[in-house]
């Protein structure tokens, strides 16, 4: 059974980098897939921040690029996520998931990060 | 403003059939088959419920069916039961330079 596990600070201040990890079980990170993040703000939609896969290929959102680096960590099965420059708007639930093209079939429980002096 | 429109509501009775629409233009929806559909109930993470535009994964409901035409996708959830009662979301391929985009979310009544 594939579980992934959001790890990481729930309280972020303003203009610091915000690190998440996602720790994998029940499937190698080495073995295939992309491997992502979404967030999603309080009361509101789901929005795709990026993916990873194995060999460190990554591909991110176009309004998030310039602030967002995902890297992969396949000895331990993690692969993490660094937003910098945070401000209040990069408050959300932060998920991360497996998954192919546009499809992401196991997700982890979330975070709650908030952003706030 | 999400990239991709859909309803932000729509309500079914017991039994019934709903149709979410998911409009996105040729840059997405129109030029690919990578439309994707997750299920939210509150305080849960999302679970797809369509992938590939038709294909539903493994112990999912077959009351569950995903279509496209043109730019639109389509989540049709026939024989509605209160489960069924949650957000909807679509998801789109988008291309090389824009990859992922999701629509606003659908909040599904089950009254």
């Known amino acids: 059974q594939v579980q992934l596990q959001e790890s990481g600070p729930g309280l972020v201040k303003p203009s610091e980098t915000l690190s998440l990890i996602c720790s994998v079980s029940g499937f190698s990170i080495r073995d295939g897939f992309f491997w992502g993040w979404v967030r999603q703000a309080p009361g509101k939609g789901l929005e795709w921040i990026g993916s990873i896969n194995h060999s460190g290929d990554a591909y991110y959102s176009s309004s998030l690029k310039s602030r967002v680096t995902l890297s992969v960590d396949t000895p331990n099965n993690q692969i993490s996520l660094r937003v910098k420059s945070v401000t209040a708007t990069d408050t959300a639930t932060y998920y991360c998931g497996r998954g192919a093209v546009a499809t992401i079939d196991y997700w982890g429980q979330g975070i709650l990060v908030n952003v706030s002096s | 403003q999400s990239a991709l429109t859909q309803p932000r509501s729509v309500s079914g009775s017991p039994g019934q059939s709903v149709t979410i629409s998911c409009t996105g233009t040729?840059?997405?929806?129109?030029?690919?088959?990578?439309v994707s559909w997750y299920q939210q109930h509150p305080g849960k993470p999302p679970k797809v419920v369509i992938h590939?535009?038709?294909k539903r994964p493994s112990g999912v409901p077959d009351r569950f069916s995903g279509s496209k035409s043109g730019n639109t996708a389509f989540l049709t959830i026939s024989g509605l039961e209160a489960d069924d009662e949650a957000d909807y979301y679509c998801?789109?391929?988008?291309?090389?330079?824009?990859?992922?985009?999701f629509g606003g979310g659908t909040r599904l009544a089950v009254l």
């Open positions: 998801c789109s391929y988008a291309g090389r330079d824009v990859h992922v985009v």
């Open positions: 040729s840059r997405d929806i129109g030029n690919y088959n990578y």
């Open positions: 590939d535009v038709t």
